[in-house]
Each structure stands twice: as structure tokens, then as C-alpha cells.
């Protein structure tokens, strides 16, 4: 299989993933806390911004962290590529706004105070990093704030997971995740960094907890 013919079928087995198998189970499961890290970084960055401004959401969910920017008086804008996510969002917010696109394929454009995306950014090809970012960087105000996180994984579990997608004969590179019927891919810190300050943003803040690593960054104009 060519690589990118198996990373438009990844893609669409996780959109499907989402809308029949975690959507109607996220909030029960792993909706009901936000961990420690997540919730000082994310204020961090509300902070930090306008009081009263407008943070989008991308790859939102569930909308899990909405009641944290609502309560803090920020207008809020969730998207997601799942259908099925966005609906258990609205049934709880009705009144914040959303729109199903993935955020390869966002087209804001000078919008928003900041932007949240987290515990996402592992269903993201490499490919598409530097896309996302720039998409990001254009749908922020100049210096805007951006807090993502980047899933943890050992290296020798990236190692194994290397070795047994060869031996399936997927066309992965290191880092990715496909062999057990699911894609994640665990990207360097130093590559993080490279694809952010090339979309434009630099580093104020970077933690580490919870499983992931934190970045919290400006755009530069």
C-alpha cells in the first residue's frame, strides 16, 4: 500500500472510531476530569489572553473543556472531523458554536484570542503538522496565544510498534503507531519545536504531566 493511500484510510477509520465507538462512551470514560496539567496550562493561557475574548477548540470533542472557558467568560468555537463527538458537545452547550472540519482543512482567518488543542494532536500524520499549525497561526490575532499537548510514549514501545507495522508491511515511519488497528504518532520535542517556529509561533511555556508533553505558544505577529 502507498503511504498516502494508507493515511487517507487511517484517517477515515478514526473519524468512523470516534462516531460509533467513542463518542457515546467519552464523557463517562474520560470526560468527567481534567487532569492537573491540563487545567494549569489551559488557565495559563486564559491568563494571558483578553478578558472576555475567543478561543476555539480544535478537535474539541465532547467540548470537555468548555465549562473552564465559559465560566472564565470567553466566547468558545469547537470543531471537530467527528460528527458524533460534536453532537454530545451541543447536547450539553447549545449555545456554543461549532463546525465539522478537521483541522487540516480549517480557514479562520485572524479570529481568535487562542486556540486549545488537546489530546489530539497524536491522530495527526507528520505530514499534516506543519498544515495545522499555519492554519492555526492563521486563525489566531497577531501574537494570539496556543496551548496543545503531544502524547508521551516510551521508547521502547515505539520500537516495537515500529517493528511489528514493518512487519505488516505498513508504509510508516518512526514514531507512528498503526499495527494494532488505530494510528497515533509520537513526534520528537525538537521536531515539535522545528514545525511550530516554522508556522510562525514562539515558545513561552512547556510542562510535562499527565502523559503529555504541554506547549504553550505565541504567534509572532
Sequence with gaps: MERAEWLKACRQRNETRMDTLISPIYDENWGGYINGTHLHMLNRLLDASPVGGSVLDAACGTGKYWPVLLERGFTVVG?????????????????????????????????????????????????????????????????????????????????????????????????????????????????????????????????EGDGYLHYLVSRQH
Design 79 to 207: 470543531v471537530d472531523q467527528s460528527q458524533g463527538m460534536l453532537q454530545q458537545a451541543q447536547g450539553k452547550h447549545p449555545e456554543v458554536a461549532v463546525r465539522h472540519v478537521g483541522m487540516q482543512e480549517l480557514d479562520f482567518v485572524d479570529e481568535f484570542d487562542g486556540i486549545i488543542c488537546l489530546d489530539a494532536m497524536e491522530n495527526v500524520f507528520p505530514e499534516d503538522w506543519p498544515r495545522i499549525l499555519a492554519n492555526f497561526a492563521r486563525a489566531l490575532h497577531p501574537y494570539g496565544f496556543l496551548y496543545f499537548t503531544v502524547e508521551l510514549e516510551s521508547e521502547e514501545n515505539l520500537r516495537h510498534a515500529f517493528e511489528e507495522g514493518k512487519k505488516l508491511q505498513l508504509p510508516l515511519v518512526y514514531g507512528e503507531h498503526g499495527h494494532e488497528g488505530y494510528y497515533h504518532y509520537y513526534p520528537s520535542d525538537e521536531q515539535v519545536c522545528n514545525w511550530f517556529t516554522g508556522a510562525g509561533f514562539s515558545l513561552l511555556s512547556t510542562d
